[in-house]
T-cell receptor, first 114, second 114 residues
Framework: GENVEQHPSTLSVQEGDSAVIKCTYS??????FPWYKQELGKRPQLIID?????GEKKDQRIAVTLNKTAKHFSLHITETQPEDSAVYFC?????????????FGTGTRLKVLA | DADVTQTPRNRITKTGKRIMLECSQT?????MYWYRQDPGLGLRLIYY???????NKGEISDGYSVSRQAQAKFSLSLESAIPNQTALYFC?????????????FGSGTRLTVV
């Protein structure tokens, strides 16, 4: 079945710098890749997603890139702010998922240092 | 945002006890999911359901059972709780009309088995 690996597990950046979180997936038929942000004590919330027919998507300071050949996708946060501090999860929607039962990465704890 | 509600929010139970975690939603979504979150392991799928007549096992269903009482209600039971079931449990819903759209998560239930 699908396997999603996420790196790094922790990431500290200075306020204003960029942060990049990378994920790889194993099922070449996976077709949808969402990213979730989980603030301390709160539920995960969708922040951006990308479909397999698109190479890049941006939303203000957040962007996601997808390399289908290499089977990896990345989250890019520019001009980081203290409120970006959270745990970020990537996910992939595998081959048999008209069900949309996502497989999640293990999470990246991002700390933005003021 | 109270559209996916989980009860209880926190629960401490003893080894061997049966416990039920409840999830209800007002979003009108057909698809509902139970995930557990453990530090360093991300979110892992326990069970999922397309509708009241459809129940499917996820990655880690052993020791758990579910009931889909209505479109809006999806309960997770631990038949005989054990300490390694101590975790944060999330219910989620999704909307198939959005294609591979994102999940809406509930606020979570923190379960401790002593």
């Amino acid at each position: 079945g699908e396997n999603v690996e996420q790196h790094p597990s922790t990431l500290s950046v200075q306020e204003g710098d960029s942060a990049v979180i990378k994920c790889t997936y194993s099922d070449s038929a996976s077709n949808y890749f969402p990213w979730y942000k989980q603030e301390l004590g709160k539920r995960p919330q969708l922040i951006i997603d990308i479909r397999s027919n698109v190479g890049e998507k941006k939303d203000q300071r957040i962007a996601v890139t997808l390399n289908k050949t290499a089977k990896h996708f990345s989250l890019h946060i520019t001009e980081t702010q203290p409120e970006d501090s959270a745990v970020y999860f990537c996910a992939a929607n595998p081959r048999d998922s008209g069900t949309y039962k996502y497989i999640f990465g293990t999470g990246t704890r991002l700390k933005v240092l003021a | 945002d109270a559209d996916v509600t989980q009860t209880p929010r926190n629960r401490i139970t003893k080894t061997g006890k049966r416990i039920m975690l409840e999830c209800s939603q007002t979003k009108g979504h057909d698809r509902m999911y139970w995930y557990r979150q453990d530090p360093g392991l991300g979110l892992r799928l326990i069970y999922y359901s397309f509708d009241v007549k459809d129940i499917n096992k996820g990655e880690i269903s052993d020791g758990y059972s579910v009931s889909r009482q209505a479109q809006a209600k999806f309960s997770l039971s631990l038949e005989s709780a054990i300490p390694n079931q101590t975790a944060l449990y999330f219910c989620a819903t999704s909307d198939p009309t959005q294609g591979a759209g994102g999940y809406t998560f509930g606020s979570g239930t923190r379960l401790t088995v002593v």
